[in-house]
């Protein structure tokens, strides 16, 4: 089955920007979705199918997809985006299975 | 507005079913390019996909629970539910229901506020 993989934490100072990377192979053949998920809260989607954003998602979130690597960039780190990230693939090779990664946990110092 | 809202047991036994529902407004189960998925989360940990369904009721379960899983989708009622059979205290987590966006991948732009299921004797 697909994996994919994220380090566990990422830590940076505010205004500073921070890269969340989701591995897999080939993952770049695929579209990969981002979701942010604060203690004792559900999960937001905050960039779908590699880079876009949702309505409400601010332009400092960005997403890339290239070769085996996704990569989430948050630019001008605050406070409030110290949560868990998610990544999400849609592995066709399978029947429909989703896979998720393992999470991120981002720490604004 | 689109909500979702799961409902079920608090706390099951080891060996028995676990039955979850998810009541579903602001969206039609028979818009073809939406569907329902379930995702748990034991406490401290990642999130996991269970299973999806489509308004063409087709389905899909995770491969390592599909033996378990069963879902099912009542249109008049816009409800989903999952069982889930012989629980495990291992299953503890909080399990959500949310609406998937279904185009060339798909992905969840809605999501329930989840429910805690916990597995204990």
């Known amino acids: 089955s697909y994996v994919l993989t994220q380090p566990p934490s990422v830590s940076v100072a505010p205004g500073k920007t921070a890269r969340i990377t989701c591995g897999g192979n080939?993952?770049?053949?695929?579209?990969v979705h981002w979701y942010q998920q604060k203690p004792g809260q559900a999960p937001v989607l905050v960039i779908y199918?590699?880079?876009d954003r949702p309505s409400g998602i601010p332009e400092r979130f960005a997403g890339s997809n290239s070769g085996n690597t996704a990569t989430l960039t948050i630019s001008r780190v605050e406070a409030g985006d110290e949560a868990d990230y998610y990544c999400?693939?849609?592995?066709?090779?399978?029947?429909?299975?989703?896979?998720f990664g393992g999470g991120t946990k981002l720490t604004v110092l | 507005q689109v909500t979702l809202k799961e409902s079920g047991p608090v706390l099951v036994k080891p060996t028995e079913t676990l039955t979850l529902t998810c009541t579903v407004s602001?969206?039609?189960?028979?818009?073809?390019?939406?569907?329902v998925s379930w995702i748990r989360q034991p406490p401290g940990k990642a999130l996991e996909w269970l299973a999806h369904?489509?308004?063409?009721?087709?389905?899909s379960y995770s491969t390592s629970l599909k033996s378990r899983l069963t879902i099912s989708k009542d249109t008049s009622k816009s409800q989903v539910v999952l069982t889930m059979t012989n629980m495990d205290p291992v299953d503890t987590a909080t399990y959500y229901c949310?609406?998937?966006?279904?185009?060339?991948?798909?992905?969840?732009?809605?999501w329930g506020q989840g429910t805690l299921v916990t597995v204990s004797s």
């Open positions: 602001g969206f039609s189960f028979s818009n073809a390019r939406m569907g």
């Open positions: 999400q693939v849609w592995d066709s090779s399978s029947d429909h299975l989703w896979v």
């Open positions: 080939n993952i770049g053949s695929k579209s």
């Open positions: 949310s609406r998937i966006r279904v185009g060339s991948s798909s992905f969840i732009d809605y």
């Open positions: 369904i489509f308004s063409s009721d087709k389905k």
């Open positions: 199918y590699d880079s």
